[in-house]
């Protein structure tokens, strides 16, 4: 065909090599080996599915790619053998695109990638379609996917963008609905149709000739538009990476000293001021840029757990409905990389202990049969918040303060708040499962989970309603190299309060100090004590005899834990870049790293949860 129906994209392109290949079972095929194809075809794209879930964050992979390319190249052979053509010709459409990016003459990103894993999805479908007999209407649908989708292969491997389908744009834009399509996209490839596709839904009545005319101007439009120049990659040591942002930080750290140096105040001329506001800018973008050098979506992350969520579905029996939203979020890479394990260990939790095992114990709770799991990522100021919640029956808190009685958990408190009682969950080797399953019980999971997001400088809260389900939310930095914190000085010396952990900071009255037997010096602060905690004491500042406490109190707060820590001075808000300590004082509990101030004096970051578990 020729105009409207090939720039659509959506026609069945009968006369063109291959474009007629059935997918039906030949009459002569052998049978015999049908079901043994049928069972490895599956394998060999189930095994596509997690190789490229896996190249999406590892391109480079050899053993992958060519894991991918064997795979279509086995099932090509195995159709070919069988007759079946329509599956042979798309696996060696499919092959040959695999064949230039092993070749480096194609980049397996972008346009390209998601065509390999439309090409997967596609013969998914061919397959099972396969298994329980290819009717007529179902051979029709599949040549015409296939024929759509070879023709973008052929583009991809031309340079060409694959052009926008005119059925699609209409669709997009409301003028007709996916089913008007689908029944058009059917009448359309029948042998004795000589019209386009424009053209009947304009006679049908089911769309304006308006409608069609403005949405052959945006298909051409969009077709003009060359591929884009792809965005060239270019691959970077990590060190040297690392290198580059540390050599980033030492500028910012050296501008924001000449910015703050007091020989320059009251003495500048406004040209200099002027100069140096441009410097501070031209700075600022570079720290900005060197950042977002490290900032990968959550995407991949996300994909995995999508086919994770699905095995676990199928092996607990239970029905789940997977929902992923905020796949863009971007975080640190060293944070997405890490990040894994745990959400791995929290959906099994979920699926496992969250999800009701029978489906009528939902309904009867006016719950649809189905559960639905819910993972979702968003940006909130300098942090990004990756939840997980659950439609099932909640955390069972009797249950989970019967183990913690047992094993010695509850302390003065016999019915503590929630927030303390979830956090058990939390304990190793801490489980109220009463029999262990393939997928939890042994207590093993959740202890990691906390000690991978605790070294990520982030923390999890968790929120539970009986009957209706759990959210676990993960507060997670943006970067790993610069931190949102509070400058304060005690004493001399200088601190950075991450700003995530800071409640409220409010003055020191003296009769809200006191002192509670077994629990040593609280503070009252807003009708609550808080244990006091005198920095300047814990790390030997104290020039002997009882001091004046500072005019101001700093409340910071850990995994629900909350402290007074007396400051003698607010420095102001600002973004450190994190610098390592040397080896003689990593291990000192209550530092997370160190930092050159704007004033050239250094700071030490504070690692909250190591002070939170000094005493209290």
């Known amino acids: 065909m020729s105009g409207e129906s090939s720039r659509s994209g959506q026609t069945a392109t009968h006369g063109t090599h291959g474009d007629d290949a059935s997918f039906l079972l030949p009459s002569d095929a052998d049978t015999g080996i049908l079901g043994d194809f049928i069972m490895e075809a599956s394998e060999h794209l189930e095994s596509s599915d997690l190789h490229l879930l896996s190249l999406e964050t ?10 991918v390319f064997r795979a279509f190249h086995s099932i090509k052979g195995v159709a070919g053998f069988l007759g079946l053509d329509g599956i042979k010709i798309l696996s060696h459409e499919a092959e040959n695109m695999l064949d230039q990016i092993r070749n480096g003459r194609l980049g397996l990103q972008g346009q390209v990638m998601d065509c390999v894993f439309d090409a997967v999805a596609f013969l998914k479908k061919a397959v099972a379609d396969l298994k329980k007999g290819v009717n007529d209407a179902d051979d029709l649908r599949a040549r015409e996917e296939s024929a759509a989708l070879r023709v973008r292969i052929r583009q991809l491997l031309e340079g060409k963008a694959p052009e926008p389908r005119l059925g699609d744009i209409l669709v997009a834009a409301g003028a007709i609905a996916p089913e008007t399509l689908a029944e058009a996209l059917i009448k359309q490839a029948q042998p004795d149709n000589t019209l386009k596709l424009g053209e009947m839904l304009v006679e049908s009545g089911q769309a304006e000739a308006k409608q069609v005319a403005q949405a052959l101007r945006t298909q051409k439009s969009a077709s ?16 040297r990476l690392d290198r ?28 200099l001021v002027q100069q140096m506001g441009q410097l501070d800018k031209i700075t600022r973008e570079l720290q900005e840029m060197g950042t977002s050098l490290r900032m990968v979506p959550v995407r991949p992350t996300f994909q995995k757990m999508q086919r994770l969520v699905r095995d676990l579905s199928k092996q607990s029996g239970k029905g789940v409905n997977f929902l992923t939203v905020g796949e863009e979020t971007e975080l640190d890479k060293t944070v997405v990389e890490k990040i894994g394990d745990p959400l791995v260990h929290m959906l099994r939790n979920s699926l496992d202990h969250g999800i009701e095992s029978d489906p009528q114990e939902r309904l009867n709770a006016g719950k649809p049969a189905m559960a639905t799991v819910k ?29 913690a009685r047992e094993r010695g958990l509850l302390k003065d408190d016999p019915n503590p708040p929630d927030k303390e009682v979830w956090g058990y969950i939390f304990e190793a080797g801490f489980s109220t499962a009463k ?9 093993v999971g ?8 605790e070294i990520l400088r982030g923390r999890i809260d968790i929120h539970s309603v009986p009957g209706q389900g759990t959210t676990f939310s993960i507060w997670l930095p943006l970067t790993l190299a610069i931190i949102d914190g509070m400058v304060v000085r005690i004493a001399e010396e200088r601190y950075v309060f991450p700003t995530l952990s800071i409640v409220c900071i409010v003055p020191f009255d003296e009769k809200n100090r006191m002192t509670v037997k077994g629990k040593g010096e609280m503070l009252s602060v807003q009708g609550e004590l808080v244990p006091f905690f005198p920095l300047k004491d814990y790390f030997h500042r104290t020039g002997g005899g009882k001091e004046k406490i500072a005019p101001l109190i700093v409340i910071a707060e850990s995994e629900g834990r909350r402290a007074a820590f007396p400051v003698d001075e607010l420095l102001g808000q600002q973004q450190i870049v994190i610098k390592k300590l040397e080896t003689a004082f990593q291990d000192i509990p209550g530092l997370s790293g160190g930092a050159i101030l704007s004033d050239g004096c250094v700071g030490l970051i504070l690692d909250m949860d190591g002070l939170m578990k000094l005493g209290f």
């Open 375 to 403: 993972l979702s990522a968003f940006q909130k100021g300098g942090n990004v918040c990756i939840e997980i919640s659950d439609d099932g029956k909640g955390l069972n808190r009797e249950a989970i303060l019967g183990k």
């Open 244 to 271: 580059l942002l540390d050599t980033i930080g030492e500028l910012v750290i050296a501008e924001s000293m000449i910015q703050g140096s007091p020989e320059l105040k009251g003495r500048v001329s406004p040209r």
């Open 58 to 67: 590892d391109p480079g992979n050899r053993d992958l790619l060519d894991a």
């Open 435 to 443: 029999q262990v399953t393939e997928l939890s019980g042994r207590g």
């Open 446 to 453: 959740m202890d990691v989970v906390k000690r991978n997001i």
């Open 224 to 239: 003009s538009v060359p591929m884009g120049a792809m965005k060239e990659t270019v691959k970077v040591d990590a060190e």
